[in-house]
């Protein structure tokens, strides 16, 4: 065989094997986008459904019933799939962990995924509309962006990401429009609440890949422990949460049930290969649908409408969120003069 032919052979099978592997990658990434869309459109209805299922049930009994359902659903997966990662020798690892650690960092995974933030979404929303909490929870990558780099230090904010998390920060208070309130009337302290939630998440983002994020756990394994475990904390307050009346109709137990089964069970799974695929930073952006979501519902179903600094407010989130995630960079002339300075 001559030198060109041996070298023509090398590169027709490098290509066959690349042709090979760019189905597969496809697939992935298009998998980890329809997962990504779905996760946004099931969040993104989770504050019409909280809204819907107030004239029935208390807050309380939302967080309570959502995170019961879901981590039910999740626990019917895992029990009927059995997933398990195989480990470097080729034996398949435990359906569950058992290291003691793991499930520590669990239980605080379990306190900012869903007990603090559901209740406080819940809240909430007898102060808020729908719309203007689904507004707040696009703060949650402008969160995660500190946490990620503050605290766990994850990840690196350059000059462009440290501008968005300013704006992203201007335009919260212009939507919260603190020249409004003389006193913590309820519809401040409820925007306030929802702020507490979004810094939950952008918390656990950041906890979930220092800590857990490269352990050997599937994901719905990693969920159904995510949400089980909030679950049991939440069993353990049921006489605070869940023992109060309830005036249920079809719309309040289809909204509690979808909030549980949809936005606390499967949207999980979906947030785990997500969050293992692009990170904590980009599957935070996941608010960029919600937001959009949230405020058709509100507008269209429930008629809810807005002060003139809500939709200011929300743009100048969306820049900062923009920002924050490089998707818009300040120019080069900027930046070597910051550099300068």
Not at 324 to 331: A, D, F, H, I, V
Request: charged share 10%.
């Amino acid at each position: 065989m001559s030198t060109r032919t041996a070298q023509q052979a090398v590169v027709e099978a490098s290509l066959r094997q690349a042709q090979d592997g760019a189905e597969p990658m496809r697939s992935g990434r298009l998998s980890t986008w329809v997962q990504f869309l779905a996760m946004g459109l099931v969040w993104g209805a989770s504050f019409l459904f909280m809204k819907v299922a107030l004239d029935g049930v208390s807050f309380g009994q939302i967080a309570w019933s959502r995170t019961v359902l879901g981590a039910l659903a999740l626990g019917v997966i895992v029990l009927v799939t059995r997933p398990r990662v195989t480990a470097a020798d080729g034996t398949p690892g435990p359906v569950l962990p058992r290291d003691r650690a793991v499930w520590l960092h669990f239980l605080v995974v379990s306190l900012t995924t869903c007990v603090i933030p559901y209740l406080c979404f819940a809240w909430a929303e007898q102060y808020v509309s729908s719309s203007l909490a689904s507004i707040y929870n696009a703060t949650t990558p402008i969160m995660t962006a500190l946490i990620v780099t503050a605290v766990f230090r994850v990840e690196r904010l350059g000059l462009s990401r440290w501008a968005g998390v300013g704006v992203g920060i201007v335009g919260v208070l212009v939507i919260i429009g603190p020249w409004q309130y003389q006193a913590l009337t309820g519809s401040l302290a409820g925007q306030l609440a929802c702020l507490v939630a979004t810094l939950c998440y952008g918390f656990t983002f950041g906890y979930q890949r220092r800590f857990l994020s490269q352990r050997p756990i599937a994901p719905a394994t990693f969920a159904f422990l995510s949400i089980g475990v909030s679950a049991v904390v939440m069993l353990a307050l049921t006489p605070w949460l869940a023992l109060t009346p309830v005036d249920l109709d079809w719309a309040i137990v289809g909204s509690l049930l979808a909030l549980g089964v949809l936005g606390t069970g499967l949207a999980y799974i979906w947030l785990i290969n997500v969050l293992r695929a692009w990170g904590p930073t980009g599957s935070s952006t996941v608010t960029y649908v919600t937001p959009v979501v949230g405020v058709a519902l509100g507008v269209v179903l429930l008629g809810e409408t807005f002060s003139w600094h809500e939709p200011i407010g929300a743009v100048l989130v969306l820049l900062g969120i923009l920002l924050t995630q490089g998707r818009l960079r300040l120019s080069r002339r900027r930046r070597a003069e910051a550099s300068v300075a």
